[in-house]
């Protein structure tokens, strides 16, 4: 992965947007480095202490912020307010060994709006050691104001992760889709009942993927192309929430054939 960032002029804020969870941990990863990295220019030069606590995910002035648990161990459908806020009363203490710390905010894109105005207020005005990184799926999701405060990356689509099952899932589901068969969508669907929430997300990225890549192929595609990869993203955005697989699939069954 390429990412083209001037460790020189580097924003307080960035978002990393991929359909891909694991491209979106690299960048940040990545960017966790350039901010914290003692060894000197280039940046990072990924065999310092910092460099090296940042990869091997502890160095303390990393913090990960995501979704919560609730008491049965089910992650909870949104990022809330008090959590930002916890973030907002720490961010003023300084680092505890590098010269800036930064918050890794995993699926922003799933903040709710009172929480997303707390980070808000955060990002105007943050403390000058403090960088921080959102990383989402749909930059789309977080308000104009919140997006406007932060430098944007979106990875390409040959940043997303290699999922052989996934791309062979993804190019069945296509074929009946396309086939207009119903029965032969049905039976696609049941045969699939087994995946988990993480299979079908990549299962979604792959679908996106090739067809976004067939529609540049052949523009006649785009009707269809785009009514495919607008329901891929609402399946998303209802895995993002832990909406169960079987149910997708059910609205998948449904819709994917005219």
Not at 37 to 46: I, V
Not at 56 to 61: I, K, V
Not at 153 to 182: F, K, Q, V
Request: aromatic share 4%.
């Amino acid at each position: 992965m390429q990412l083209r960032v001037n460790s020189e002029k580097m924003a307080h804020a960035y978002i990393i947007s991929s359909l891909s969870e694991e491209a979106r941990s690299q960048a940040a990863e990545y960017l966790c480095q350039m901010f914290l990295c003692s060894g000197g220019e280039p940046r990072p030069c990924g065999v310092c202490r910092d460099c090296r606590k940042v990869k091997s995910g502890n160095h303390p002035d990393v913090i990960v912020l995501e979704r919560e648990k609730s008491e049965k161990g089910a992650v909870r459908r949104e990022i809330v307010v008090d959590q930002i806020r916890r973030i907002s009363s720490e961010a003023r203490i300084l680092p505890n060994e590098a010269e800036r710390k930064v918050y890794v905010i995993r699926d922003a894109d799933t903040m709710n709006a009172s929480a997303q105005n707390a980070a808000l207020k955060l990002l105007e005005e943050p403390p000058a050691h403090v960088a921080f990184l959102l990383l989402c799926a749909e930059p789309e999701a977080l308000l104009p104001t919140v997006r406007s405060r932060c430098e944007v990356l979106r990875l390409n689509a040959e940043d997303r992760m290699e999922d052989p099952e996934a791309e062979a899932r993804a190019a069945e589901y296509l074929a009946a889709a396309r086939s207009g068969d119903r029965k032969k969508m049905l039976n696609w669907c049941m045969e699939n009942e087994s995946m988990d929430s993480r299979a079908f997300g990549n299962f979604l990225e792959c679908v996106i993927a090739l067809e976004t890549e067939r529609m540049e192929r052949d523009v006649s595609q785009i009707p269809w192309g785009m009514q495919i990869i607008e329901l891929m993203k609402k399946c998303r955005r209802y895995n993002a929430v832990n909406c169960g697989v079987g149910h997708m699939l059910g609205m998948l069954a449904v819709d994917s054939v005219p």
